[in-house]
């Protein structure tokens, strides 16, 4: 049984949340304050931090039919499912077949609108997330309990994260602190530089408050550190200015700091013991029995599935959904998939499929991605409807290959022969060929971090750093719903604000574009 943060404190919980109505409403969204509560019981302070890492991978506090948010379909309405689908359906390497309202836009980049329910999905998790863990920090600061600085820590830290995806996804939103936590009137636009600036500000105020080493699945100062590392990595398309100096010091800390080793086999990562892993820095919490949603992996393993045309049991599932495959974007980088001695390149279901996605709504047009499974690594497993896999949020491959391109972009203090060696590292784990120093240039390092890490939540990021998402310069399948693909424009390198956020507070302006 894994050891992880599952004390929700349930009948606390009961009390303490409830569903998102308004997303930028920033009054409290509790009848019994906070402050009550842990008076109440000091020991609930930790069930509810655990319920606040836990926003990310369930759906609700109440089982995978329960939800935080206002939707339909509780199922959808995940953190975790909503990067899935905003990051990945959205670029090059994954499409989905299921053709639902939303979706089939994302998969096709086109056809982006105010009223897609996917993008208010991740915009609500946003504005759930951050008021709540901002009236939990207000609480804990009005409190004796015991490690409250800890606590405090962690929260700023997964308000942090939530305002991340609000930078990357949509490139503004509003600002809710500590300090106009409760303003009744409507709070102003934040831009992207200004949204970036406060969680630059909060993460290097808690980085040395945080553990070197904390409760697996909670975060630690590595965490801290590789998310301060991605927003520097970005901060060109975030703000206008570069800071891969500031990207390359903190992936640096994670790596000759932090304590973590690339596992020695790549699947070790994505199966359903992987919290064995000695490589995740930052896992999102799944587990079949105690934590079921069908917005955490559940989503990655049973969605890439299919009866029809593989063996469930062997990925430790006993459901299929037939939804995800990846297209040749992907698979075709490690060349003939027969004949490669990379390990990731096996990681594909060909039989009965076609290498040409001609019909991205064919299930057998594309190759499913097999890389997420529920079978353990090591010893055996049961197969189960839902997931026990952990999402590796964070991981040391991508921490080398942040270093590599950041040396490649000029940071000083890197350098260009341990670039080679962090790049070589990654991939003769997996048995690929090591490359020279004149193989290490930006464009190997993109097929790189497609190789190694497509479905985890960065490719649309990636591209866009790259200058490769937008316009025709690089087409993938059904980019701009074309099956050899088109050029979309460049107001899709953020996604529109949602009708209901426009709705609720006036002084939100739309993206240009929608």
Not at 60 to 75: C, E, K, L
Request: aromatic share 12%; glycine share 8%; with cysteine.
């Amino acid at each position: 049984m894994k050891k992880i943060i599952r004390n929700l404190a349930a009948a606390f919980l009961i009390l303490a949340f409830s569903s998102c109505s308004d997303e930028l409403d920033t009054k409290p969204l509790v009848e019994q304050s906070f402050e009550n509560l842990l008076q109440q019981d000091p020991n609930a302070a930790q069930g509810l931090l655990s319920r606040m890492y836990a926003t990310f991978a369930l759906t609700g506090p109440s089982g995978p039919g329960s939800s935080d948010i206002q939707t339909n379909d509780a199922g959808e309405s995940g953190f975790l499912r909503g990067i899935i689908n905003l990051q990945d359906f959205s670029a090059d390497a994954m499409k989905n077949r299921w053709g639902d309202d939303g979706l089939d836009q994302l998969t096709t980049t086109s056809n982006w609108t105010q009223n897609n329910k996917f993008f208010r999905y991740l915009f609500d998790r946003v504005y759930y997330t951050v008021p709540q863990t901002t009236n939990l920090i207000l609480a804990l600061n009005n409190t004796n309990v015991q490690n409250k600085e800890l606590y405090i820590s962690e929260l700023r830290f997964l308000r942090s994260l939530a305002y991340y995806y609000m930078i990357d996804c949509f490139g503004k939103g509003v600002l809710v602190t500590t300090e106009n936590y409760g303003t009744a009137s409507p709070l102003p636009e934040a831009s992207r530089t200004e949204l970036f600036n406060y969680v630059e500000s909060e993460l290097l105020a808690i980085e040395n408050d945080l553990p070197m080493t904390n409760q697996y699945g909670r975060a630690n100062r590595s965490a801290c550190r590789m998310l301060l590392a991605k927003l520097y990595l970005n901060a060109g398309v975030y703000t206008g200015t570069e800071r891969y100096n500031d990207a390359l010091t903190f992936v640096n800390k994670v790596i000759t700091e932090g304590g973590y080793t690339l596992a020695p086999n790549f699947v070790q990562n994505f199966s359903g013991d992987n919290n064995t892993s000695p490589e995740i820095i930052f896992p999102l919490i799944a587990d079949a029995l105690t934590s079921q949603s069908f917005g955490n992996t559940t989503y990655l393993v049973n969605g890439s599935l299919n009866s029809d045309t593989m063996p469930l049991s062997f990925f430790g599932a006993n459901q299929g959904w037939g939804g995800h495959r990846a297209t040749k974007a992907w698979y075709g980088l490690f060349g003939n998939l027969n004949t490669s001695s990379d390990a990731r390149a096996q990681l594909f279901w060909t039989a009965g499929h076609t290498f040409e996605m001609d019909d991205y709504k064919v299930w057998v047009n594309g190759y499913p991605s097999t890389k997420f499974r529920n079978s353990n690594f090591s010893g055996p497993s049961t197969a189960t409807g839902f997931s026990s896999t952990d999402f590796p949020m964070f991981r040391l491959a991508d921490a080398y290959l942040m270093y590599a391109e950041c040396v490649l972009r000029g940071a000083t203090g890197g350098s260009t022969s341990q670039a080679l060696a962090y790049v070589n590292s990654v991939r003769t784990r997996s048995g690929a060929t090591a490359i020279s120093q004149s193989d290490l240039i930006l464009d190997f390092i993109l097929d790189e971090r497609a190789r190694e890490l497509n479905f985890e939540g960065h490719r649309r990021s990636d591209l866009i750093r790259f200058g490769k998402f937008t316009g025709g310069s690089y087409l993938w399948p059904w980019k701009g719903n074309v099956l050899n693909g088109t050029a979309i424009p460049d107001t899709y390198k953020v996604f529109p604000l949602p009708l209901t956020a426009l709705d609720a507070n006036p002084n939100l302006t739309q993206n240009p574009g929608y």
